[in-house]
């Protein structure tokens, strides 16, 4: 099984217990819905992981930060749950699962689930979104649109569309339901890595605001801004952005 197929396996069955969480705890509280969530995914995705690649190393949102993985040549990074907020809120679908596959210096396989919605996006080969005639479509987060997003809908005469997770968000640009998503309130590499490598499969533009490459498996896993969009918008988000 390639890197490809293990990522989007694991991402899809992830999400598939993740529903059955959801549905177990219809009537817990939201805290516990999240901590049960994260909780399960978290330890079916390492779990699985040290069967199928038990010489890779794990970076996880909800485990440990192992050392050992800066002087590995393969690490999976995984977010088991991301947008526990939405993943809490019955009938919300902008929750995601990532899994994603750092060899050598770069990001080489990915898959983001979006299992309340039946879908799993991965690589290596992901369709292109369809093309646009309409006002450029900034995606943002439902609670807290940062200012620099804001600024691009100015720029671009865009509007604004509302989502949770970033997975989701990525996955809106890639499905061609938004045309651009910038962050810059701090994430750290297992919020992006899935996403960016789908993204990049589809032929996406991926950076930092400041238009620097994205890194990943760094000392420090905090990654804290982000752009994915078009590449025919990337000059124009850039020029907002990187100020």
């Known amino acids: 099984m390639t890197d490809h197929h293990v990522a989007a396996r694991l991402a899809t069955e992830a999400g598939k217990l ?3 969480v959801r549905t177990e705890l219809a009537g817990a509280s939201e805290a516990e819905r999240k901590a049960e969530g994260d909780k399960r995914s978290h330890e079916y995705l390492t779990e699985a992981l040290a069967a199928e690649r038990p010489a890779d190393v794990v970076l996880s949102e909800e485990g ?4 050992v993985r800066l002087g590995a040549g393969r690490v999976w990074i995984v977010d088991p749950l991301d947008g526990t907020r939405e993943f809490s809120e019955p009938g919300r679908v902008d929750w995601a699962v990532h899994v994603a596959l750092w060899q050598s210096g770069e990001l080489v396989a990915g898959a983001v689930a979006l299992p309340a919605q039946g879908i799993t996006l991965a690589t290596p080969a992901v369709a292109s979104p369809p093309a646009t005639a309409g006002k450029p479509r900034i995606v943002v987060s439902r609670t807290r649109p940062p200012a ?3 600024a691009v809908r100015d720029a671009l005469d865009g509007t604004l569309v509302e989502l949770g997770s970033a997975g989701a968000k990525v996955a809106s ?3 061609g339901l938004a045309d651009v998503y910038v962050h810059a309130g701090g994430q750290y590499e297992w919020d992006s890595a899935a996403p960016v490598a789908v993204a990049r499969a589809a032929g996406l533009h991926t950076s930092r605001i400041d238009g620097s490459p994205l890194a990943y ?3 420090d896993p905090l990654l804290p801004d982000l752009v994915v969009c078009r590449r025919e918008l990337a000059g124009a988000v850039l020029a907002v952005t990187a100020r």
């Open 217 to 219: 498996n760094q000392p």
């Open 18 to 20: 993740l529903l059955d």
């Open 64 to 67: 440990a930060d192992d050392p």
């Open 173 to 175: 640009v890639i499905q």
């Open 148 to 150: 620099t997003a804001l």
